[in-house]
């Protein structure tokens, strides 16, 4: 079986609330890579002229939009980080740069949102094709990668169109809906 494989890099800011570990409460930062592997939902045979099975511009598109344009540099908070309730007060022109997460925004937690995502640009665009592995580099020395069904891993109990993950949009929090 083909598949499409791509990566972007970000930097993202966040922080650990939920005591995963201490010293990771503090706002910090990390230079993260993505990867995506899509697939056909319908396989076929090369066709001996073009031998694609979509162009990797049509593949990604949207994907690298919003990871340039929502998630590089966004500060990744869970959804009842007090700090949240700082920046709506003091400086509601970065609300938007805030990424809110149905708790600790880990790596583990965001390969399963991302891989929501991705498939839901796919699904929105009508290409034909579906992210089943994702990878997230954190560090050098840190990945973690997501296969399968990621919503049962979610722990998250709203109706999915009240989660921004589920939209085909460049929406990285709920406060808009």
Sequence with gaps: MLELVFTRRYSMGHRLIHGANGICATPHGHNEEVTVYLRSLDPQPLDGGENVVIPFYYAKLMWHRFIDRSVD???????????????????PARVPHLMITPGDPTTELMACLYMVKVNSFLTSENIGLK????????????????????????PCKRPPEKCWWHRADMSISDFDQ
Aim: aromatic share 12%; proline share 9%.
């Design 73 to 91: 540099h966004a500060f990744q908070l869970a959804e009842n980080d007090p700090i949240i309730h700082w920046f709506v007060e003091h400086e």
């Design 131 to 154: 992210c089943d592995k994702i990878s997230i580099k954190e560090t050098p020395t840190n990945t973690v990668t997501f296969t399968g069904d990621p919503l049962p891993f979610i």
